[in-house]
Nanobody, 117 residues
Framework: QVQLVESGGGLVQPGGSLRLSCVASGFSFSDYHMSWYRQAPGKERELVARRSTRDSTNYADSVKGRFAIFRDNAKNTVWLQMNSLKTEDTAVYYC???????????WGQGTQVTVSS
């Protein structure tokens, strides 16, 4: 059974930091590109950060220099380190796995991040 379980969300003040975790099971983690997406109320889901199977990364312009994505294939885990958080970072954050050289993709259930004073 495939699972992506996110954790680490919560309420944080502007300028603060959070680290999100996503633990995967049920598939060959190292064969999948791992991404974080987010969806704010009334907005479409958007890509935040991606780390490929070959460790290349890309980030949304809005988070460059503030967020970083890491993965550990031995732990089947991907993290999103979020620094200098802004109110506009408030959203539900989702972990996504996309198969390299394939079509399979999986989503986590999401974790809420609220940035507010």
């Amino acid at each position: 059974q495939v699972q992506l379980v996110e954790s680490g969300g919560g309420l944080v003040q502007p300028g603060g930091s959070l680290r999100l975790s996503c633990v995967a099971s049920g598939f060959s983690f190292s064969d999948y590109h791992m991404s974080w997406y987010r969806q704010a109320p009334g907005k479409e889901r958007e890509l935040v950060a991606r780390r490929s199977t070959r460790d290349s990364t890309n980030y949304a312009d809005s988070v460059k220099g503030r967020f970083a994505i890491f993965r550990d294939n031995a732990k089947n885990t991907v993290w999103l380190q979020m620094n200098s958080l802004k109110t506009e970072d408030t959203a539900v954050y989702y972990c996504k796995a996309t198969q390299d050289f394939g079509i399979a993709q999986y989503w986590g259930q999401g974790t809420q991040v609220t940035v507010s004073s």
